[in-house]
């Protein structure tokens, strides 16, 4: 893989940054995009100390302006993209009849609004090259309803996995495949630390596999669909929740 070229959003830290380390360490060069430019940057030396094979890039997820910066930056940076991962995601916690227009439009922003923009932008340069994968990451929050992330956050993500079958079926043609992962809850520092300890062992215990979800493990999906190989894995969302939810 040591020729392709993958941008990630959100990279600076929690799962994105761990899709970023899998994806480097399977031999792609990594533009490693984050509003949050410092810890970005930082992840990017940590990555390559000469930056020949991790980059950081400035990217504010509710600007297609943004997006399309990126994506030349990166192509004239090392002459090509491959894949793009949409995984920037925030929310916080709100019970459903107090969430305000300014934290819903929030949420929605960063969520929803980033992965519509990413697929726009890199699925338009993907079929014009007539090549490429997008990976876009969901939540099991936004197919069960459930409503511990946000009401506004499951909203999301469920309008994220829709708009991940629209651009699959457009731009399939093309040579694009365009995938969903959808996780269910992760072992992430930001789950231990917006989680009750005597809460998170209820859904622990309600998991049937009986443990979190690892972020190495949602990297490695999210690699498995941006290889060359799968070229017959489109409009899917993949479920990786340890059997918390199955269709």
Same mark, same amino acid.
Not at 78 to 88: F, H, K, S, T, Y
Not at 92 to 116: G, H, Y
Not at 142 to 151: L, V
């Given at each position: 893989m040591?020729n392709?070229?993958a941008?990630?959003?959100? @990279? ?28 970005? *940057?930082? &992840?990017?030396?940590? &990555? !390559?100390?000469?930056q ?30 491959d894949?793009?991962? $949409? $995984? ?10 107090e969430?305000?227009a300014?934290?819903? !439009?929030?949420?929605?922003?960063i ?8 697929? *726009? ?6 079929? !014009?090259?007539g @090549? ?7 939540? &099991? ?12 956050y ?20 093309q040579?694009?495949?365009? $995938? ?31 443990? &979190?979800?690892? @972020? ?17 894995a ?6 990786? $929740? ?5 269709r």
């Amino acid at each position: 893989m040591s020729n392709r070229i993958a941008l990630v959003t959100g @990279a600076a830290r929690g799962l994105g940054a761990a899709v970023a380390r899998r994806f480097h360490a399977a031999g792609y060069k990594v533009a490693l995009a984050d509003i949050a430019i410092d810890a970005t *940057q930082a &992840l990017a030396r940590e &990555l !390559d100390t000469d930056q020949g094979s991790a980059c950081a890039i400035e990217l504010d997820v509710t600007s297609k302006a943004h997006f399309e910066r990126a994506r030349d930056a990166v192509h004239e940076r090392w002459g090509r993209i491959d894949v793009l991962v $949409n $995984n920037a995601g925030a929310s916080k916690v709100v019970p459903v009849m107090e969430i305000t227009a300014e934290q819903f !439009d929030q949420v929605i922003d960063i969520n929803l609004r980033s992965v519509l923009f990413g697929c *726009q932008v890199f699925g338009r340069y993907f079929a !014009d090259r007539g @090549a490429g994968r997008i990976v876009n990451i969901a939540s &099991l929050a936004g197919q069960n309803g459930g409503s511990a992330t946000g009401a506004h956050y499951a909203a999301a993500k469920g309008g994220a996995i829709t708009l991940t079958k629209v651009f699959a079926r457009d731009l399939a043609a093309q040579g694009v495949t365009v $995938n969903a992962i959808s996780p269910g809850p992760l072992d992430l520092p930001i789950v231990h630390e917006s989680v009750p300890a005597d809460k998170l062992d209820k859904v622990i215990a309600g998991i049937p596999v009986g443990r &979190l979800g690892s @972020a190495d493990y949602i990297a490695n999906v999210a690699v498995l669909l941006a290889s060359p190989d799968a070229y017959f894995a489109n409009g899917a969302c993949w479920d990786v $929740n340890g059997g918390l939810y199955m269709r």
